[in-house]
């Protein structure tokens, strides 16, 4: 195997990549992304002195300590422009796509403890952009761009994910300027929801590159093993053979009861029980290639071999999967293709004797989200949970018991990259309370559902 190098800038082109092994990434991804961006506004009357501003990702140290943490773009930063480093801010004429980044301007000491200080006109050839200027001349730029009567247009709105706000560009001086906060949000979140083929190439490599790293640490497993081993198995082979310096979220490696723990594997429970002769293990890990996000789920038996009873669960799974798997397409209702995971799920369940009775009667009391209480999947991109799901011009979200989890509830259209993740749980407290409800627990089989207490869980994410 080669070992990764370090990105790559030559031959005339920029690009990036991690080694001869890894996928090149042209920057001309950032300048479609750009002119796509600037052509939805101009279609919304903005034109000469509209200019987007942005501000890019800090360097951030574990609390009060100066141990620095690996450092990962602001993602929409990174979507506009692909610059890797730290402190930067970019603006884009709305008029013109004239592209001007700022770069801070470094203390000569940074060449001792960080290596050469790269000069404006190389960052400008490495990212293919009009201009290179240092931050502390921005204000002055922007008034050029700008010119007295214009407007610049910073980014914030309120990630319907996490609930928290977009980091909105600011600085010294900005009070000067006629400022728009309220535009650009909806419109470059729009823009990602819809990828390029150049990024699709991406989510693409950073799939496969997952996907291997899945079946190494399928090839390893062995009953006795540390789930956290198996995390560093993928890890090591998404890094090694991949060059994925991230993971795209939390790894998620249950066994046993702790596959029914849907975000299992946080500091509470840091992926650390033993692995069992027996037990099906649910791994959910996803590695990340230039910020590009990859989410795959595997499920099955630490020793290779299912049980019956995991055997009726996955295949009730499966069913669900490829259900919705031939019924997705642009035109469908996301929402639609979550109810029909349920359907077919209890229908599979019904087969193997843990539930009873008409599943549309169950549809009717909601009895799918009792075993799935998650959404179906969620849009895809530079975040795991990308952005665009619950814009303003968009269905909302549904309030039903999971159906709420969903993260969009949008239509689907070409070019929408999402994940489908139908799941099957046994989770005691959800048991319990569907039990306590006359209206689900009459379709319950009860020595059934005893006999899957402590079972765990199957999710099959693609």
């Not at 627990?441 to 099959?460: H, K, N, Q, S, Y």
Request: glycine share 10%; hydrophobic share 35%.
């Amino acid at each position: 195997d080669k070992k990764p190098s370090p990105p790559s800038y030559k031959d005339g082109a920029a690009y990036f990549d991690m080694g001869e092994h890894t996928l090149r990434v042209p920057m001309t991804l950032h300048a479609e992304n750009r002119q796509r961006l600037v052509k939805n506004l101009a279609n919304r009357g903005l034109g000469q002195g509209s200019v987007v501003l942005l501000q890019g990702g800090e360097d951030t140290t574990r609390y009060s300590g100066d141990a620095e943490n690996v450092f990962r773009q602001e993602t929409y930063f990174h979507w506009a422009f692909g610059v890797l480093e730290p402190g930067w801010y970019g603006a884009v004429d709305v008029a013109t796509g004239r592209t001007v980044l700022f770069s801070p301007r470094l203390p000569a000491e940074y060449a001792t403890w960080m290596g050469r200080i790269r000069p404006p006109q190389e960052f400008r050839e490495r990212y293919q952009v009009d201009e290179v200027r240092y931050v502390d001349e921005i204000a002055d730029v922007l008034r050029e761009m700008t010119g007295q009567d214009g407007t610049l247009y910073t980014l914030r709105g309120v990630n319907t994910d996490s609930d928290k706000t977009t980091l909105e560009a600011a600085f010294d001086g900005i009070s000067r300027f006629r400022v728009n906060n309220t535009v650009l949000h909806d419109e470059i979140a729009e823009c990602r929801v819809h990828k390029t083929k150049a990024e699709l190439e991406v989510l693409r490599f950073a799939a496969r590159v997952s996907a291997a790293a899945h079946r190494s640490v399928m090839r390893k497993i062995r009953p006795g093993m540390k789930e956290y081993q198996l995390e560093a198995l993928f890890q090591y082979h998404s890094y090694y053979h991949g060059g994925c310096r991230h993971q795209a979220y939390t790894s998620i490696c249950g066994s046993g009861c702790n596959a029914a723990t849907l975000h299992y594997g946080h500091a509470g429970d840091p992926n650390s029980r033993t692995v069992g002769d027996g037990d099906i293990c649910l791994f959910d890990m996803g590695a990340e290639y230039y910020g590009y996000t990859s989410d795959i789920t595997c499920s099955f038996p630490a020793n290779g071999k299912f049980t019956d009873d995991q055997k009726l669960i996955y295949n009730t799974v499966l069913r669900a999967s490829l259900a919705v798997m031939a019924a997705v397409r642009p035109g469908v209702s996301w929402v639609d293709m979550h109810r029909l995971a349920y359907r077919k799920m209890l229908e599979a369940l019904k087969e193997g004797g843990v539930v009873q009775g008409d599943v549309d009667q169950m549809m009717e009391v909601n009895l799918g989200s009792v075993f799935q209480p998650h959404g179906l999947g969620h849009l895809l991109g530079l975040d795991v949970h990308d952005v665009g799901g619950y814009l303003e011009q968009y269905p909302p979200r549904p309030t039903q018991a999971g159906f709420r989890s969903l993260r969009t509830a949008r239509v689907l259209e070409e070019n929408m990259v999402l994940t489908i993740e139908p799941g099957c749980y046994f989770i005691d407290h959800l048991l319990d309370q569907a039990l306590a409800n006359p209206e689900q627990a009459r379709f319950l089989v009860p020595e059934a559902i005893a006999r899957f207490r402590g079972f765990g869980g199957v999710r099959i994410e693609d």
